[in-house]
């Protein structure tokens, strides 16, 4: 196992455009997590799932934000109408246990 | 809410040199501590952990001891190399149940050669 995979690394996109990302978890571990990290800033959490279920949700996930995991395995985030305000590094993580141990490398998002 | 407070940086050492990143914490309860590195290009991953008052949390020559008295968790390392050049990131999660973990902004640390 590689560990977590997030794709794209990077997107570009134009304001007012949906954009969506994955990810792959470790295939054992039935804890997946979105983060938003912008520039100087500590990781924000988005959503938690547990298996298939979406358990948490911050209430920085807009209505404009949805995110997925049909099957209790990978996850999608997807933004839609995008804004520069969204331009951030999106991170996904997973865990099996009581603790978030591993994170991906991220999807960095700019929007023009 | 919970939220954790990390001194700014960079942090800008010489090789072999004594580490110290300040971290402090608010939370009701006892939540859990936990240390993430970053390095270039990378995802976090996490470093150390500790779970009740007065633990120490160590890996890799870092650590850490959770500290009630002053709600804090300050991270060490009595010599640190190149390699250790990343941005760490503070961190707790809980109490009650909620493992979802609350970063701070993260620290810099810069090793020069």
């Known amino acids: 196992d590689t560990g977590v995979s997030q794709n794209p690394r990077h997107k570009i996109t134009k304001r007012g455009q949906n954009v969506t990302f994955r990810c792959d978890p470790i295939?054992?571990?039935?804890?997946l997590y979105w983060y938003r990290q912008t520039l100087g800033q500590g990781p924000e959490f988005l959503t938690y799932?547990?298996?298939?279920?979406?358990?948490?949700k911050s209430r920085l996930l807009s209505d404009r934000f949805s995110a997925e995991r049909p099957k209790g395995s990978f996850s999608t985030l997807e933004i839609q109408r995008t804004e520069q305000g969204d331009s951030a590094m999106y991170l996904c993580?997973?865990?099996?246990?009581?603790?978030?141990?591993?994170f991906g490398s991220g999807t960095r998002l700019t929007v023009v | 809410g919970n939220s954790v407070t990390q001194m700014e940086g960079p942090v800008t050492l010489s090789e072999e040199a004594f580490l110290t990143i300040n971290c402090t914490y608010t939370?009701?309860?006892?939540?859990?501590l936990f240390w993430y590195v970053q390095y270039p290009g990378e995802g976090l991953q996490l470093l150390l952990k500790?779970?009740?008052?007065?633990d120490k949390g160590s890996n890799k020559g870092f650590e850490a001891t959770y500290r009630k008295e002053t709600t804090s968790f300050h991270l060490e390392k009595g010599s640190v190399q190149v390699s250790d050049s990343a941005v760490y990131f503070c961190?707790?999660?809980?109490?009650?149940?909620?493992?979802?973990?609350?970063f701070g902004r993260g620290t810099s640390l810069i090793v020069h050669p």
């Open positions: 993580a997973s865990s099996l246990a009581d603790r978030v141990d591993t």
């Open positions: 295939s054992e571990h039935n804890r």
């Open positions: 799932f547990q298996n298939e279920a979406q358990l948490e």
């Open positions: 939370a009701t309860g006892y939540p859990s």
């Open positions: 500790a779970t009740k008052a007065d």
């Open positions: 961190a707790l999660s809980g109490p009650g149940g909620s493992y979802i973990p609350t």
